[in-house]
């Protein structure tokens, strides 16, 4: 007869079952979640002024000075389904939101979706009389109490984007990936037209001098509502040897507005702020409509992968072709009764690479790209000008680059790369039934060819350095002038004085570019680093004239360094300075000497005194100024001496900007803490592009633009973040 | 019942003998070894990364990415210095790693290869400049820095000084905000386009946020359609716009003036000169001069005062260029 188990065998079994449980292989099995909540109230002050530059992408609206601020975060991994749900939001009650969901099974599938806001604001405020300023139908109407006197109008656009993703791994070999993107656009930017009386092609436009004004210039706010969407789809295939992928790309640009129509009638200013009524010529012009950006859409197809040739080689190409058309309705009549331009550009690439070290020492690679873009959109003679009747502008292209370069590890201290390049732009032929406007020539080529050398050495196991030098020249086919009507012909008398005064484009003109970089690395302790870096650049030009971009440079030393004290407190640092200049002449008038220099510093820190407090912070400083010193050109004339010597030249432009930005974060117990941002912003920009000397530039209609030069902000947050059970 | 009993004892010795049997066994296979010398106190915590979510298969252990090292594991005690790993990552040339970067970032590509934005890294401007993955990318860690758009732009400035510079100027993406990371615009990883462009070309990458820009237009602006880099410098400016330089100092780099203005001045302003009379050669804005002055050449925004539409116009019906 069998006998029940005593509960003391039983344990005594469970004592066995455990001994045996021990030296088994544990089960893993648990789901991993950790949620976290943040929310809390931000308080800035600054007065309006104040706040032009540390508003420009804040997205805390411009009148109020206190925020909400909530974020979550959150994160799930179910180890015995192998899947992940990661989701996080920030910003959620202001407009600058950003939501994003990654929900994903490793190995198998990703599906994301992301929502994201951005705001931008214009530094400077608007001072307008303006009715229905940022539509497509604004009314002027002249400030007649003069400047500054009008309604304050705010300079801003929203962003808006959605995306969705998803990617499959059909196959260890085989994945399939698309995003889908759509973002809208919205609000309003600095845009506006302008006309002089008399012109070229109306002469009788200025009406009477005295009574009426012949010129005007008008700040018209850009009316901006459009979406656009994107689709990115790939399907990528893996084999031993080969890598492959095929995609597709379509770009759809959508504007709600396809013109603005301005309403302009009665007073306007002239130059020296007398108000006078319009001529009714330059009436005409002002109240024309102003087309804005139509309506287009962009698609490529690209074959993209890398192929490993043996075990050392390896190369790589991309073939695409691309076709991007734009056949939006004209904003009125054309002159012949088109009323689209049939716009389509279509654009074949190749690049091919080559990599490959066939023994341990050398290292080669070698690319060639050739991309050619055909513009075959109709030529048509939508324009006529004193009875020549002149067409649109194909701007084909053929751009071809070409790179070799060789490395060769002298030892494990050296090594030294040479290396080589050359690029061809061909801009295919003018179209001889356009016209230029404004430009001395064109050319139809240019090709440039560089070469780089470069020298690695690591002094010792904490200290490493590099030193690289590049030189460049620029030349280029036969140059083309202005026929002064239809098309180009060649340049063949340089004595011409059209061309010994003209001025010839620098991305066309010939061109030295040199190139001088050091860098080192230092490591003095593992608790020690410290990068420094130097370069410095020239180009110089050189065309038929004197005149025009002359030559350009640039200098750069910084110093970056970061020191962890203990594990409880990291310091870092940066130290950088540098000049950018130009000299630039223009024919009977200046020779510039454009200098800037800017010099910035930055220290923070990351500290975590105790379990429960961290803290951080950083203080950044930019001292920027732009120095635009000139001369008269020996051929200046009295107006040109007088205007200089009255008015001075132009003043230095200088912005500085100190920051300082603070957090501490304290766990009030397991699941909560308390955080407190600190942000101190103090700046500098006096441009004086829209006032100097207390008088504001002021529009024909009395609108102004105005920027506080000194600007301070304070901002100060608190946030309670819990971690959800 | 003593069956029992002795059910429980054999149970116990057998699983005893076994376990003192293991306990002996000098070494744990693969990845379980590295972990009784690199504990949790000696590397940071790294079980809410990628690598780290073992229910991934794909995920690697220790010996992934830094190889057997069997003179590192098996060295016998009181080695110094001890043998270092097969592949070990960190500092360029630096103190911590020995490895050729083609080495190290084999480490990581034997993986991530199979990734469509990396299928252009061989050759690559990083690739070529010896930047492997460890450069910018930290593996240890839960958050890898450079995934997010803060800590991205970091990890950037440790080499590219200039665009740190660039950035802190007024007129800049919004970069230093956090709302966008470098990776926006390039694909670091490698690209067919120029300076590792994420799109063919400056333009078409560009135009990913900037569509209206794309035309084409019934009026074209030549170097609009060429380069958005002859005008805009993306990284920051002092100047509004991005633009590299003022206008009408920009502008005037290409075309020839048709204005007065010949210098640059702030004057003509009210206030500042007087009204002038018939033949007088002080600087002077009357109401005949007209709207081609000194003021609006230099003053507002400038030469596109007029020329509004610099970057090309679908208008028809205008002959004055790229204002309508």
Request: hydrophobic share 35%.
């Amino acid at each position: 007869m069998n006998k029940p188990i005593s509960l003391s065998q039983f344990q005594r079994s469970a004592l066995a079952l455990a001994a045996c449980a021990v030296f088994l292989p544990a089960q893993a099995q648990s789901d991993f979640v950790e949620a976290t909540l943040s929310a809390g109230v931000g308080v800035v002050n600054g007065s309006r002024g104040d706040r032009g530059l540390f508003d420009q992408y804040s997205g805390l609206p411009k009148d109020r000075s206190v925020a909400g601020m909530l974020g979550i975060d959150y994160s799930l991994r179910k180890e015995d389904t192998a899947t992940w749900v990661e989701f996080h939001g920030s910003d959620l009650l202001g407009d600058t939101r950003e939501l994003n969901l990654v929900w994903k099974k490793a190995g198998d599938w990703k599906f994301t979706a992301d929502y994201s806001g951005l705001v931008h604001n214009d530094l400077r405020e608007v001072n307008t009389g303006l009715v229905n300023p940022g539509s497509t139908a604004p009314q002027v109407v002249a400030l007649t109490g003069g400047a500054g006197t009008g309604a304050i109008f705010d300079l801003q656009t929203k962003r808006n984007k959605v995306g969705v993703g998803y990617t499959k791994i059909i196959s260890p070999r085989m994945q399939w990936a698309v995003d889908l993107k759509t973002e809208n656009k919205q609000g309003s930017r600095l845009f506006g037209i302008g006309m002089n009386c008399p012109s070229a092609f109306d002469a009788a436009c200025l009406g009477a001098t005295g009574i009426n004004v012949g010129s005007a210039t008008l700040m018209l706010p850009e009316p901006i509502d459009s979406n656009h969407s994107q689709i990115d789809a790939r399907l990528s295939y893996a084999l031993e040897k080969l890598r492959l992928s095929v995609g597709y790309y379509g770009s759809f640009y959508r504007n709600a507005n396809s013109a603005m129509y301005p309403n302009v009638a009665g007073n306007l200013y002239n130059p020296v702020g007398v108000l006078f009524p319009g001529s009714p010529g330059l009436l005409g012009y002002l109240n024309q409509a102003v087309s804005l950006p139509p309506d287009s859409q962009a698609h490529q197809l690209d074959l993209t992968g890398n192929y490993a040739l043996t075990d050392k080689t390896r190369a790589t190409f991309k073939v695409a072709y691309a076709s991007a058309t734009q056949d939006d309705d004209f904003v009125g009549a054309s002159r012949i009764g088109a009323t689209s331009l049939g716009g389509r550009v279509n654009t074949a690439q190749a690049m091919f690479g080559v990599t490959s070290r066939p023994i341990p020492k050398l290292s080669l690679s070698a690319d060639v790209r050739y991309l050619n873009k055909e513009d075959i959109t109709p030529v048509i003679a939508y324009n006529i000008a004193g009875g020549t009747p002149y067409t649109n502008q194909n701007l084909s292209s053929r751009k071809t680059n070409a790179k070799l370069q060789a490395s060769w590890q002298f030892n494990s201290d050296y090594r030294g790369t040479l290396g080589a390049d050359y690029e061809l732009i061909d801009r295919a032929a003018f179209t001889a039934t356009s016209a230029v406007a404004g430009i001395t020539a064109l050319r139809d080529n240019t090709d440039e060819t560089g070469v780089q050398a470069e020298l690695r050495r690591r002094m010792s196991d904490t200290l490493s350095g590099a030193i690289s030098v590049s030189s460049s020249q620029r030349r280029g086919s036969s140059w083309l002038k202005d026929n002064s009507g239809l098309g180009v012909s060649p340049v063949t008398d340089f004595a011409d004085p059209a061309i010994v005064n003209g001025i010839f484009m620098p991305t066309l003109a010939d061109r030295q570019r040199d190139k001088i970089k050091i860098y080192a690395d230092w490591m003095p302790t593992k608790d020690w680093s410290i990068q420094f870096s130097a370069e410095d650049g020239t180009d110089k030009y050189s065309s038929p004239s004197v005149y025009g971009l002359r030559d350009a440079g640039l200098n750069q030393f910084s110093v970056d360094w970061s020191y962890a004290v203990s594990f409880r407190l990291q310091l870092n640092g940066y130290a950088s300075t540098g000049n950018q200049s130009f000299n630039q002449a223009r024919q009977a008038g200046y020779v510039m000497a454009f200098d800037n220099r800017n010099s910035s510093f930055g220290v923070g820190f990351a500290a975590k005194p105790t379990g429960q407090l961290e803290l951080g912070g950083g203080l950044s400083y930019v001292d920027d100024i732009s120095k635009y010193a000139q001369t008269l050109n020996t051929s200046a004339d009295a107006y040109a001496i007088a205007s200089l010597a009255a008015s001075g030249g132009l003043p230095d432009i200088k912005f500085r900007q100190t920051a300082l930005k603070l957090f501490g974060k304290y766990a009030l117990d397991k699941k909560s803490a308390v955080r407190v941002d600190f942000v101190h912003q103090k700046s500098t920009y006096n441009d004086w592009a829209w006032g100097h000397n207390g008088v504001p530039y002021t529009y024909s209609d009395g609108t102004t633009l105005s920027q506080k030069t000194d600007q301070s902000v304070s901002f100060i947050g608190v946030t309670y973040v819990y971690m959800l059970p | 019942m003593l069956i029992k009993k002795a059910l429980v004892f054999v149970s116990v010795c057998l699983f005893g003998a076994l376990g003192v049997a293991w306990a002996e066994e000098p070494q744990p296979q693969g990845a379980a070894f590295c972990v009784t010398c690199h504990d949790s106190e000696d590397l940071t915590d790294m079980s809410r990364s990628a690598h780290g979510f073992v229910a991934d298969k794909r995920a690697p252990d220790c010996i992934s990415c830094h190889g057997p090292s069997k003179d590192h594991a098996y060295a016998p005690s009181g080695v110094s210095p001890l043998p270092k790993v097969d592949v070990s990552f960190g500092k360029q040339f630096g103190k911590l790693s020995t490895n050729e970067a083609h080495t190290r970032s084999q480490a990581c590509q034997s993986c991530h290869d199979k990734d469509h934005k990396q299928a252009l890294w061989s050759g690559s401007q990083h690739d070529a400049a010896n930047v492997t993955c460890d450069t910018c990318h930290q593996t240890h860690v839960n958050k890898d820095k450079v995934m997010t758009k803060a800590g991205q732009t970091e990890v950037c400035y440790g080499c590219h000084a200039e665009q740190r510079s660039q950035l802190s100027k007024p007129s800049h993406h919004p970069i230093p905000e956090g709302k966008m990371a470098c990776s926006d615009c390039h694909n670091t990883h490698g690209s067919a386009g120029p300076k590792l462009m994420a799109r063919d070309s400056i333009n078409d990458t560009c135009y990913t946020c900037h569509a209206e820009k794309r035309g084409p237009f019934l009026q074209q602006h030549a170097p609009v359609a060429e380069n958005c880099a002859s005008c805009h410098n993306a990284h920051g400016s002092v100047v509004a716009g991005m633009l590299t330089a003022r206008p009408p100092v920009l502008c005037q780099q290409c075309h020839t003036p048709h204005v007065t203005g010949v210098v640059g001045a702030l004057g003509g302003q009210r206030g500042v000169f007087g009204p002038a009379a018939a033949g007088q050669s002080v600087p002077q804005i009357t109401n005949i001069t007209n709207g081609k002055n000194v003021l609006n050449m230099w003053q507002g925004r400038s030469c596109m005062n007029c020329h509004t539409q610099v970057h090309g116009s679908n208008s028809p019906s205008i002959t004055n260029p790229l204002m309508r």
